[in-house]
Each structure stands twice: as C-alpha cells, then as structure tokens.
T-cell receptor
C-alpha cells in the first residue's frame, strides 16, 4: 500500500521556466516531508524539507509547499536549469519514534535547454 | 566529511551464489537503513538499525536476506542463495541520532543475478 504517491512519472520543462513536482500522501500521521534528488548511478541526495507546522519552506530556487488538508505537497523550482534534470523523490515521516521515511515512486524531470 | 560508502558498486553473480553488500555509514550517525530500488516497487526499506541494533526487519523479503551491524561503522546485507528476482539497486543510508529526519544515502550497489 503506497502511502506516498507521485502520480506523474515524468515532467519536461523549458530552461528558465518553473518546474512543479507534486506529491500526495494518505497517512494523516505524517508530520515531516522531504524531497530528494537522484542522478543516474548515484544515491538520492537530500534537497529540502518541511515540517507539518509550516506551509512553505524556501531554499534558493527551491520551494516546498504543504497543504495538510489536501494531504498534498509540491516542489517548485524557479528558474529551472538543465542541471536540475534528475529523478525527484518525495518522502514522508511520522512520529513513530523511528522517523522512518516512506518514499514515493519518483518523478523524472527533464529541463530542456 | 566522507559520505556513506558502499561496496561493491556493481555485483554480477549466478543464481544460487551468496552475495554480500557492505556499507560504512557517516561517522557519528547512529541509524542505518538498507533500501532496495526496483522499477516495479520503487524504494523499499528492508531493515534499519539504531545504535547497531536491528529495529525493524519487516521489509526483508525472505529468510534468504540477512543483515548485520557488528559496530557503528560497518554493516552488511547478505543474500543466500541469490535469485534473479533479487536483481536491483541496493542503497544504504545513515542518519544522525538527534531526532533528525534526513537520511544520507550511499551511491548504491547494482546487483545482477543471472
């Protein structure tokens, strides 16, 4: 049972435009959310996170938005650059004491020069 | 600081053989996670350790899989005997013990069982 879902397997965006990656979750006990970026032949690298007490977190070109009532979060990349081309994973964690991460299946972003 | 180190990076073996994957977590991190990534199932958590103690191995697919963490700087994931359906990329990740959520991943081991 997939508790974290990324329904778009791929996304193509022109360089300089905004990239919006979406993620939905089903478990209302999740209280912390993370985005990871993965290049081929490398492990996922942590990108940005947000606590459930916030609705927005920004780090440079990357902004994550959280809508708890809709159980939805999104990652905005502005402006998109060719080096942003990668697979992006959404992850969520709850207060289980273990802080396990539940991952989505990923969205492949291609930024076209 | 060195990141999470995994070896080997690639492993090709024949069905029935024993496979051992190795991981060195980031120094000072006290939680270690083993994941498997496949096209069909994405990233699956297999097992994790806190302070070298296995906490939850419910993700380990079968008894053919076993994991150990004899000390804070080393862990192994063993598959015996290996089967073609075990072919996947296996990731190790580590995390600080101060309530942090972020996990830091190694580069992965691509396992091919023929």
């Amino acid at each position: 049972d997939q508790q974290v879902k990324q329904n778009s397997p791929s996304l193509s965006v022109q360089e300089g435009r905004i990239s919006i990656l979406n993620c939905d979750y089903t478990n209302s006990m999740f209280d912390y959310f993370l985005w990871y970026k993965k290049y081929p032949a490398e492990g996922p690298t942590f990108l940005i996170s947000i606590s459930s007490i916030k609705d927005k977190n920004e780090d440079g070109r990357f902004t994550v938005f959280l809508n708890k009532s809709a159980k939805h979060l999104s990652l905005h990349i502005v402006p998109s650059q060719p080096g942003d081309s990668a697979v992006y994973f959404c992850a969520a964690s709850g207060r289980t004491g273990a802080n396990n991460l539940f991952f989505g299946t990923g969205t492949r972003l291609t930024v076209i020069p | 600081d060195a990141g999470v180190i995994q070896s080997p990076r690639h492993e090709v073996t024949e069905m029935g053989q024993e496979v051992t994957l190795r991981c060195k977590p980031i120094s000072g991190h006290n939680s270690l996670f083993w994941y498997r990534q496949t096209m069909m199932r994405g990233l699956e958590l297999l097992i994790y350790f806190n302070n070298n103690v296995p906490i939850d191995d419910s993700g380990m697919p079968e008894d053919r899989f076993s994991a150990k963490m004899p000390n804070a700087s080393f862990s192994t994931l063993k598959i015996q005997p290996s089967e073609p359906r075990d072919s996947a990329v296996y990731f190790c990740a580590s995390r600080r013990g101060d309530g942090a959520y972020e996990q830091y991943f190694g580069p992965g081991t691509r396992l091919t069982v023929t």
